[in-house]
């Protein structure tokens, strides 16, 4: 599967932003879905994921309350919908897909077998 992530921007603190992540390729309903960031000098860390079935979603604890992930399988795209900015949120934004993921590895970058090029979101204070 293609993944190709976009709406990242520059906004300004408290402001929303939403990612989508269009797919093509093999069946979209097969892969569960994560956003992961990168910040400049950090690690890539796990923002949010959701199954195959998009009834259950996970977030990273920065997130919560904050950022809704969602998926639309007859347009093949995930979404993660962005409120309330922190400037902390800056980074690249990627998305990845699996199709055997497990619970247990949902937060895991090396669980994931396709990822797309990134969307830079920045965050001004």
């Known amino acids: 599967v293609q993944l190709q992530a976009s709406g990242g921007g520059l906004v300004q603190a408290g402001g929303s932003l939403r990612l989508s992540c269009a797919a093509s390729?093999?069946?979209?309903?097969?892969?569960?879905f994560g956003w992961f960031r990168q910040a400049p000098g950090k690690d890539r860390e796990f923002v949010a994921a959701?199954?195959?079935?998009?009834?259950?979603?996970y977030y990273t604890d920065s997130v919560k309350g904050r950022f809704t992930i969602s998926r639309d399988n007859a347009r093949a795209t995930v979404y993660l919908q962005m409120n309330s900015l922190k400037p902390e949120d800056t980074a690249v934004y990627y998305c990845?897909?699996?199709?055997?993921?497990?619970?247990?590895?949902?937060?895991?970058?090396?669980?994931?077998?396709?990822w797309g090029p990134g969307t830079l979101v920045t965050v001004s204070s």
């Open positions: 990845a897909a699996d199709s055997g993921l497990i619970v247990s590895s949902i937060g895991n970058r090396d669980a994931y077998d396709y």
């Open positions: 390729g093999r069946s979209f309903s097969n892969y569960a």
């Open positions: 959701i199954r195959r079935s998009g009834g259950s979603t």
